[in-house]
Structure formats: C-alpha cells, structure tokens
C-alpha cells in the first residue's frame, strides 16, 4: 500500500514539473521583435512621413534646383538673337497677369505664403505660351517640373491652403490669350519676357522666404534663452 502511494506521489511531482509555470498575477513573456535598436518599423515610418511637415532644406533645395535652369536664361536668349535683341528689352511692355513682386516676408508669413503659391500657379499658366514656342526648351522643363514641387511644399506651410486656388479654365483661357498675337517675333518675345519674369520671381521669393525663415528661427533662440535664464 506504502508502495503505491509513493508511486503515486512521484508520478504527481513529475507531472508538476513537465506542466509550464502559471503564476495567477506574473506578466507575461513577450518575444522582442529583431528591429534594431532605433529603428521604426514599416507603419511607424510611414506615420512619421506623412506626419512630419516639409523642411526648409527641402523647399530651398527645390528652388535652387530651378533656379539653376534659369540662370542660364540670358545666355541662351543671346545666342538665339546674335546681340540684335538687348536682354533688357524684356522688362519693357510687361502684361498685368505677370504676378507682382513677393511681399516682405519678414512682416507675414501667411502673406508670404500665399503670395508665392498664387504667383507659381499663375506663372504655370504662363508657362503654356512658353511652351508652345519652344517646346523642347530645358529650361522650360525644368521650371514645369520644379514649380508644381515647390507649390506642395509652400502650401504645407500655410494656414489656409485653400485660399489660393489654381486659374479656373476659363482664367486660363483669358491669360493665354492675352499673349497669343499673329507676329512670331512678338509671341517669341513674350516667351522670353516670361521666363525672365520667372527668374526674378524665383530668386526675389526665395530671398524674402529665407529671411522670414531666418527671423522665424532668431525668435525661437531667443525664446529659448529666456525659458533657460
């Protein structure tokens, strides 16, 4: 009988010992995934991109981007006139839908902003006519490619987006045909006026972003320094 019982006692401490420990209370165990260490996974990643706004870097690599093409505008118009034509002729009899200068961004940002977006959307529009008469221009597919980037990133920056709006169709037809005239030298001079008005709006805008982006950042310092005193 003694026997017995001791078998089965042994047989009750070996089938505790094979069964998994279960503590009424105890956390637990969780198997790490093998991300390495600080690095995201794939959803958290993509949460973090779309999260994230623009950086200045970004913008200001874009616009030098198109800039570059631009410069070189004058060279190509002198050789395509041979010095007949003066470059400076192109800031004369300028039309009204050439978008004026950017504001002075160190006063407002929106103002800034929003003057820059409508000036890209307008000159993406003009851009047509440049287009149509010299069609397989460089510097014209560098400014189509470059603008509309710039335009997405420039919005993501401002409050009210939807205030600036695109040309409707019909605006677009009116500002086109503004510039269509009968006299090739005359439409070929436009071309030329727009893309000089381009360049000037690109480097005036770029100026006035960077010193709003400079006194955004000199009073973030010295907010700074006065939370550390």
């Known amino acids: 009988m003694s026997s017995k ?3 089965r006692l042994l047989a009750a401490v070996m089938l505790a010992a094979a069964l998994p420990l279960c503590v009424k209370g105890a956390p637990l165990e ?3 995934t093998d991300l390495p260490q600080g690095e995201a996974s794939g959803e958290e990643e993509e949460d973090r991109r779309i999260s994230d706004p623009p950086r200045e870097s970004n913008i200001i690599e874009i616009w030098e981007r198109v800039l570059k093409s631009t410069e070189s505008h004058q060279q190509e118009f002198d050789e395509e006139f041979q010095g007949n034509v003066k470059y400076d002729l192109l800031d004369k009899d300028k039309p009204r839908s050439f978008p004026a200068k950017c504001p002075n961004c160190t006063l407002s940002k929106e103002a800034c902003l929003q003057s820059l977006a409508h000036g890209m959307l307008v000159y993406t529009v003009l851009l047509k006519h440049v287009d149509r008469e010299y069609h397989n221009s460089s510097i014209v597919a560098a400014v189509k490619a470059g603008i509309p980037q710039l335009i997405t990133q420039i ?3 401002m409050r009210n987006a939807d205030g600036v709006a695109a040309p409707t169709s019909s605006e677009e037809q009116q500002l086109l045909k503004e510039l269509d005239r009968p006299d090739l030298f005359y439409r070929k001079m436009m071309a030329h006026r727009i893309l000089k008005s381009i360049h000037i709006f ?3 805008g770029k100026r006035s972003y960077q010193k709003w982006v400079s006194k955004k950042h000199a009073a973030r310092m010295h907010g ?4 550390n005193l």
Not at 224 to 227: C, D
């Open 5 to 7: 019982l001791n078998l």
């Open 202 to 204: 690109l480097v005036d």
């Open 155 to 157: 919005k993501a920056k």
């Open 30 to 32: 969780v198997t790490p």
């Open 224 to 227: 700074t320094q006065i939370r």
